[in-house]
DNA sequence: CCAAAAGTGTTTGTAATACACCCATGG
DNA sequence: CCATGGGTGTATTACAAACACTTTTGG
């Protein structure tokens, strides 16, 4: 049998709830990834909110009336960091009663990916509350910022083996070492040299820039970049990312 | 340079936020998504809020403020269903700022899965505005709700080559024939019959119930059903559903 | 000429694909 | 005995995995 007691529902019960008691706070919390050629790091901020002062939070803030969620993240990323036109990608969100100790606070995750640089070290000195932990060493955070974080780094791991998104975290010109190591950190997994390239090969989405790196005391290796419009290209034709 | 102007944040701001026009209406909105052996089908609801006269909705509520997002969405599936105990995945938040007529509402999208049986269908005839709709009928939706189910849709096909929720949408016993048809009918693919059988006895999931079809004209079909706990046992030992 | 990392092919095993006939039941 | 869908095996091909030596540069 079906209870089916929603029969009685209108348009005024609507209004007058939306009016009242029935609203919340809403906010979102960013995973800013950045990659330094050996971490994987995400900017954390210390926090200066009971009970939680001395803890490290993620970054966010409260979605303010003329925004959706996707540009408050933006906001908060380019108020933090200085930096527009960044990938983000929603994650999920996170609506526990308990959650906030201020109140309720609904909060969307969102997690970006960002090349570490000196600008952006620079913000730590700029800042000292900022800080570039590395993702391995994370323990205890402010709220209910651990699953959050969880999730987002879940979403990443998922995500770096599904779209071409890692080139996001190198920089423009990258050897084919840097790119495995890459995905060797962020999974926690190791991959084979010959293998590696064999597949980036057929895969056929970066160009060789013909340039070479310099100032190794070794021999250096050959420089590519990620073609964006020649992935575009092949995703229309069905073609689908996978490492 | 890095602008980082968020140094004078504190807690006054964020209660002042709080408590001020920074709220919104915060709702859940789900896709059930249902299966009757043939079609797969979604419920959905004659919409009377103009300007959407008419048109179908999802079903969805607001959030009430001793519910978390999942609790909404449990208990707007029980309040259309009568079901309890389904399965639940959230999807996205969507937040535009002008999606809903009756002012700021941001609403998280869920989508769920249930067996389709006479139970479910005598819904449409106690409330004569709920259909269960072939999802490949679907045309025009009120609100954002094209986004929101085309989103849905996705994400039902994603999780089902990469978790073991078809069984969701069918009977406890089952023929290996009606486990393809889903696939073939959820994912609008071909599958070859040898293959899929032999894939399905690979994963080792199944439990033959030595039980055949009964009232059929012609060979009756051997009857399985899924083994939840042989799943769980093989996930923990790192084995990865994948069809 | 030494140290350090870059670059390169082949073999082997495993999983995906393609494909056609006999079987059991009800009418 | 006929119609209907159920059930089964093999050969081929493509992809994943394992593995070691030569090359180039700077110091």
Redesign the pocket.
Known sequence: MTTNNKTNENINTWISQINTEFKAAVSVDCVIFGYDENHLRVLLLESDMPPFEGKYSLVGDLCHPHENLDESAKRVLFERTGLKDVFLEQVKTFSDIDRHPLGRVITTAYYSLVKLNENLFRIEKENPKLKWKKVSSITELAFDHNVIFDNCVKQLRYRLRDKPIGFKLLPKKF????LQNLYEKVLDIEL????F???L??LDLLVDLNE????????????YSFDPEKYENKRKKGFNF?L
């Open positions: 050897s084919l070492k840097q084979d040299k010959r293998n390239r064999r597949k090969k057929a070479n790196q310099s100032d190794v005391n070794h021999r250096p290796a050959k420089l996978e």
